[in-house]
């Protein structure tokens, strides 16, 4: 992701120092190097991921999220609500996870 993209809720930084973006850069060069090697060396052949798999990967990160938003996890986090706001992000929660549910099964 590109330093400062905003999203709906999060904004992502780049924060990392240059010289640890450039250490990282260099290293996953490396990890690109190292994974052609073996690669070559045990005859291993590209093997397609079902975009399935991808897809689950990514609804289950969805659920744990929006798990973590709901009032009595956000407590835990320092936030606290009005009961008034709690019912209504529970309300929501709850909708967000009914979606990533009916998501999860258009999947498989």
Known sequence: MNAGQDRAVRKIENMLPPESREALLEQ??????????MSKSFSLQPHPSD???VLNAEISTLWVQFEDCRPSRMKGYGQQFSQEASAALEETVEKLLTHVLAMRERVD
């Open 51 to 53: 975009v399935r798999r």
């Open 28 to 37: 996953l060069h490396t990890l690109k190097t190292m994974l052609a090697e």
